[in-house]
C-alpha cells in the first residue's frame, strides 16, 4: 500500500470511528454570519462587483457557505453557492502539492536542477525545482512579455512549451536564490517536469494524485474553454479596447500550471485545509519543507512564500487572479479556520502601489480576517515583486 493511500485510508477510519448520531456544530455563529454577510455586502456595493461566494469551515465543525449578488450581469441570474469558478493562481498550490508528493516518492528532488527535465533553460543547470517553486529563480514572468498579451486578447491557444518559451525571451531578473519574485514561467517549468516523471498530462496526475484523495470532485484542470455547469460569468477589463468584457470562455491553456483550473468552493474549502496542513496528501516532513519561507525582499512577517503557498500573518495557502475572476484559499491552523472566497470579476477601484496585485476577493477576505481572526489579519493586496 503506497503511504498517500495508508494516510487517505486511516483519515476514513477515523472519520467512521469518530461519527456519532449529533450534528456536527456550525462553523460560525449566528452574528458572526451576519457580520460576514454585511461585509461582503458592502464590498460588492463599494467596488460595484458582481457577485461573491464566502466558504468559512472550522476543523470539526459544519461549513458555512453564502452567496450574494448575481453570477450573470446580463440575466441578472443570481449566484449560488455551488457555481464553478476559474481559481487562477490557487492552481500553484495544487501544483506544488503534486511536486512535494512526487518527492515523497522518490521520484524527484527539490534540489534537482531544472536542466535534469528541461533542456534550454538559460543557466538551467544552477536553477533547482525549490527555486521555481519558492519563486527565487530568478526567470521572469511570461506574463510581462507583450507578445503573450497580444495572443491572448485575439484567442490564441497556448502550449506549455510556449507559456515557457515567452517567459525565457525576457532577460532574467537576478541570480537564482539571490531574490524573490513572482513569477507564471517558473510554474509551467515545474508542470512540464510533472509530465516528464509522471509520464502523464499534467491534469490527470492532479487528478490521481491529489484531486481524487482529496474528494475533489468539481475540481479540474480543463483544456478546453467551457466551465462545467453551474457556473459563474467572470467579468474583466482586461480586454483589447479597455473594456468591460465577459472572460468566462477565456483560454485555461493561456495560465495552465499556474492559474489553469476550476473549482467550487465547498471543494476548495478542502483544499485550503490540505495547503495548511498537509493532510491527507504530504507527510509532516514534506510539509515543513512546504512552509520554509523565503526571506528576500519582499516578504515580511506579513507576506511570505514557500512551496507554492503564501503565508499571510498566519493564513496559509495563495490567492488567485485570472481574467473575469479572483479567489483565495487560505488556513489558518492556529484557529483551524478554512476561508474561501470567490469573486466573478478581477476589476479593481480605488488607489494602487507598483508591484502589488489588487484583486478583489483578496480585499474582501482581507476585511473578513479582520472579524474571524483579530490577531491574524491578511493584507488585502499581494507585493508580487521588490521595489517601491
Not at 503573450?148 to 507559456?163: D, K
Not at 453551474?230 to 477565456?250: E, I, K, V
Amino acid at each position: 500500500m503506497r503511504r498517500k493511500d495508508a494516510i487517505t485510508l486511516a483519515a476514513v477510519v477515523t472519520a467512521l470511528l469518530s461519527a456519532g448520531p449529533a450534528a456536527a456544530a456550525p462553523s460560525l455563529d449566528r452574528e458572526t454570519r451576519d457580520r460576514v454577510d454585511s461585509i461582503v455586502a458592502r464590498q460588492l456595493d463599494k467596488q460595484v462587483l458582481p457577485g461573491a461566494i464566502v466558504a468559512i469551515k472550522r476543523d470539526g465543525a459544519k461549513r458555512w457557505i453564502s452567496a450574494a449578488g448575481v453570477s450573470n450581469l446580463e440575466t441578472r441570474k443570481p449566484m449560488r453557492r455551488g457555481n464553478h469558478f476559474r481559481i487562477g493562481s490557487v492552481t500553484k498550490a495544487f501544483v506544488t502539492t503534486l511536486l512535494l508528493d512526487l518527492e515523497e516518492d522518490g521520484l524527484l528532488s527539490l534540489d534537482d536542477p531544472i536542466s535534469s527535465y528541461v533542456a534550454g533553460v538559460p543557466g538551467g543547470e544552477a536553477i533547482t525545482l525549490r527555486e521555481l517553486a519558492n519563486m527565487t529563480s530568478g526567470l521572469s514572468d511570461y506574463f510581462a512579455n507583450q507578445q503573450f498579451s497580444f495572443e491572448y486578447l485575439t484567442g490564441e491557444t497556448f502550449t506549455p512549451e510556449h507559456l515557457v518559451e515567452l517567459g525565457l525571451a525576457l532577460p532574467a531578473k537576478f541570480p537564482p536564490g539571490t531574490g524573490w519574485s513572482y513569477s507564471n514561467t517558473n510554474t509551467a517549468l515545474l508542470g512540464l517536469v510533472v509530465e516528464q516523471v509522471t509520464g502523464q498530462r499534467l491534469q490527470t496526475a492532479l487528478r490521481q494524485r491529489v484531486l481524487k484523495p482529496l474528494g475533489l470532485g468539481q475540481t479540474s484542470l480543463p483544456t478546453r474553454r467551457r466551465l462545467p455547469g453551474p457556473f459563474s460569468h467572470g467579468y474583466t477589463r482586461q480586454t483589447a479596447n479597455g473594456a468591460l468584457g465577459d472572460a468566462t470562455r477565456g483560454t485555461p491553456t493561456a495560465t495552465w500550471a499556474g492559474g489553469g483550473m476550476v473549482s467550487t468552493v465547498a471543494d476548495l474549502t478542502k483544499a485550503a485545509r490540505m495547503f495548511g496542513t498537509g493532510q491527507p496528501i504530504l507527510g509532516a516532513d514534506a510539509q515543513r519543507r512546504r512552509e520554509q519561507w523565503v526571506g528576500l525582499p519582499p516578504n515580511s512577517p506579513e507576506q511570505r512564500y514557500g512551496i507554492g503557498v503564501f503565508d499571510f500573518n498566519g493564513w496559509i495557502g495563495h490567492n488567485g487572479g485570472i481574467p473575469g475572476y479572483t479567489t483565495i484559499a487560505w488556513y489558518l491552523p492556529v484557529k483551524r479556520l478554512s476561508l474561501v472566497v470567490a469573486v466573478n470579476s478581477d476589476i479593481h477601484r480605488g488607489p494602487t502601489l507598483p508591484n502589488y496585485a489588487y484583486e478583489p476577493a483578496s480585499e474582501i477576505a482581507s476585511r473578513l480576517t479582520r472579524v474571524l481572526s483579530p490577531g491574524h489579519v491578511a493584507p488585502p493586496a499581494v507585493k508580487v515583486a521588490p521595489g517601491p
